[in-house]
């Protein structure tokens, strides 16, 4: 009978002895990184040898800043093997470096005892000083000489002088240990108190046999972010410009991604969709109350990643190859799919990629505004040449090769949408605004109204070989009152456009070396009781 048991025991093991397996992994291979502007989608794979029966798996140190939510398993073998359970579990690991804490703490003690030797030393020639300043070297019954005197004041001189420079050395000395003992007791204290915080997930699995089984690990983390920024390179010679796009990328997840495939997307769920107009109600105000913050780890994906919120932080470019990546279009956003493996460390800073580049005919505008400024501002004027739209970000303009500018683009400018540049300022064409004339009238017996004349000059002056095209605007006072009257006497209105904000634009062609004359006079009436502002 006991011969039965045993043979029925060493069966059961035999075909069930995956039962229950533990299984640990470092975290798997990062394969794809899917990259939105504030978060990023991580995609990984492990290879695990899976028992018959229930299998435990552990995999460790994914960062800290994932989303437990958002993670989704995926096992190749879908015939043999069921998912049972996922778990996510924050772990702190500390980091414990006992040598170099012990090193640390016997350097601190050794610089206590010498900052004590030091404040000894100065205390004792405190004393000493103390003691010179009180003693009276001649008794009131002795008789002294003036000899005696010059030579023992030149001697209490030398002494007192000796004594307090030794002080200020020893003084000086103290604080450069003090100094060293404070930055040593910084980097005992980070140490002391660094925590490598970290997540693991826990899988259970079911196999119907044993099987070498890849299993596909998705998630999202949040310490991760992208930006579009341009460079504008003109060639003054062939009037052309070349727009290329790069995305600056940041990430600080506490993984290092190590020669990854990459996807840039423009998907922004958290805004993707219109709100529920609410109604519009009128109330006595009182104070708000405190609501409660939003969970993001509650936030569930749909279609990929889910809401997502802002994370941060920057400095330092590094750019990659200069291939140009695939677009993809998607109904409501744009994916850029790099064609080569980039690397981004988790460091924080900026990582400069290339994404794509154009090359188009733009105009060339002087702009000149006298009032402002008196150089012209030579402007180019292209429309955007790609089939999506040019997003906010930082722009650097070089003309012929050379950095001229740099600046903010503030609003989007959809396909076909213009464009307008500035390429800097040109010392070559100077601009001047001046007052002529300017004389003030009374008239009217009982209501009397005060009518003031302001008369302007502006000259243009064109330094360059060539003639040029220059847009030149100015502007008059618009009344907001009607007791106010404004008249333009000049320029004609057929000569200029002027808009409803009383800006005048002119479209002037000025010849090589020439001076353009440009006059501006209008008329203000208002009655004489009132105080007028903004003159």
Known sequence: ???????????????????????????????KIVLYPEMALVKKEIIVDLHKGENHLKFTKYPECMVDRSVQIEVIQKEFVKILDIKVKRNYVKNLQPNKIKELKHEIRLLDRKILTISNKINSIKTAIKFI?????????????????????????KSLEDKYNLIAQLKEEQKKLIKRKNALENELNEIDSN????????????SDKKVNSKIKITYLVKSAKWKYSYDVRVDSHEK?????????????TGEDWNSVNMEISTSKPEKGEIPPLKPWYLDIYSPPRLTKSVDFDKIVMSAGPANFKRWSDKKEILRNTFKESYVRENWTSFTFMLPQKVSIPSDKKEHKIYLFS???????????????????????EIKNPFKYP?????????????????????????????????????????????????????????SKKVKITYEYEINIYNGKKRKVNILVKDNIPVSRNEKIKVKLLYPKKDEVSISKEGIITWKIEVNPY????????????????IEIIGL
């Open 240 to 252: 052309s410009i070349t727009l290329y796009s790069f995305a600056i990328v940041q990430q600080s």
């Open 133 to 157: 300043k009180s003693t009276n070297p001649f008794p009131d019954n002795t008789k002294t000489s003036i000899k005696e005197v010059d030579r023992y004041s030149k001697y209490i001189i």
């Open 1 to 31: 009978m006991r011969i039965v048991k045993l043979f029925i025991i060493a069966y059961f093991f035999l075909f069930y002895g995956g039962l229950c397996f533990a299984f640990n992994d470092s975290g798997g291979k990062i394969t």
């Open 514 to 529: 020439e001076t353009k004359r440009l006059p501006v006079g209008f008329v203000i009436e208002h009655p004489e009781d």
């Open 358 to 380: 154009k090359t188009t005919k733009g105009d060339f505008i002087y702009f000149a505004v006298p009032k402002l400024n008196n150089y012209a501002q030579l402007n180019i």
């Open 390 to 446: 040019i997003m906010p970000g930082k722009v650097n303009v070089f003309l012929d090769g050379m950095f001229i500018n740099r600046f903010f683009l503030e609003k989007e400018k959809l396909s076909g949408e213009k464009l307008n540049l500035s390429l800097g300022l040109d010392e070559s064409i100077r601009t001047t605004k001046k007052l002529i004339k300017k004389y003030t009238q009374y008239k009217g017996l009982v």
């Open 195 to 206: 925590f490598n915080p970290s997540k693991d997930i826990y899988l259970d699995l079911y």
